[in-house]
Structure formats: C-alpha cells, structure tokens
C-alpha cells in the first residue's frame, strides 16, 4: 500500500484558481499512473486528469484547458492546478495510483487512493 495524501483545497470564488497537491511517502517514479478523480454530492467519482509514467497526460472534457496535472517523482508529489473554476468544479478530489514497478517486476493491479480534498467554488 502507498499511502496517498491530498492538500490545497479550499473555499474560492467562481473564476480563481488553486493547486490541489497528492504527496506519498513511497516513491512516485516507480507508480505507472497518477490521476485526479472528483466526487460531487449525488453523482458519481469521476476521472478529472492522469499523468504516465512517461509524462503522458489525459483530461477529462471538462478539465481541457482549464486543469493542469503535473508529476514531480524528485519530490513524490503529483498536482493539480485548477483555473477559471466554476460552481461546477465543487467536490472532493481524490488522488489515485494505479500500476507500479517493484523490483523489477509491474504490478497492474496495484491500486492506492488518498482521502480527499473538499474544494467548494461560490458562484
């Protein structure tokens, strides 16, 4: 198990910006995938963005444009960084890892979630 920790969320308004973090105490190089997932009351998690390994990214339509995810493996952290939020964007963000490398061999099923960051956007 990697242990997944989520920061930065927070209350702002319709139009601002923040950077949500997911830091592990394990080493990110070695996971494949790093990805952002959003709950919001009533629906469903849903896939905000993921980063490979090889720094390959996906975003979800929503996110296009909008949403940077970026990996920092000197660090172990994996981020987040939020523009022109809307009302739309509130949830909790939770952080994924799926698929890791350990010694030598890769793990598909490997899977770790973090606990989550609220993020609220005021119209």
């Known amino acids: 198990q990697v242990p997944l920790v989520e920061s930065g969320g927070g209350l702002v308004q319709a139009g601002g910006s923040l950077r949500l973090s997911c830091a592990t105490s394990?080493?990110?190089?070695?996971?494949?995938?790093l990805g952002w997932y959003r709950e919001a009351p009533g629906k469903p998690r849903e896939v905000v963005a993921s980063?490979?390994?090889?720094?390959?990214?996906s975003y979800a339509n929503f996110a296009k444009g909008r949403f940077t995810i970026a990996r920092d493996n000197a660090k172990n952290v994996v981020y987040l960084q939020m523009n022109s939020l809307k009302p739309e964007d509130t949830g909790n963000y939770f952080c994924?890892?799926?698929?890791?490398?350990?010694?030598?061999?890769?793990?598909?099923?490997?899977?770790?979630w973090g606990q989550g960051t609220q993020v609220t956007v005021s119209s």
């Open positions: 994924n890892a799926n698929g890791m490398y350990h010694g030598g061999t890769y793990y598909p099923n490997f899977g770790s």
């Open positions: 394990g080493s990110t190089a070695s996971i494949n995938t």
């Open positions: 980063i490979g390994s090889d720094g390959g990214t």
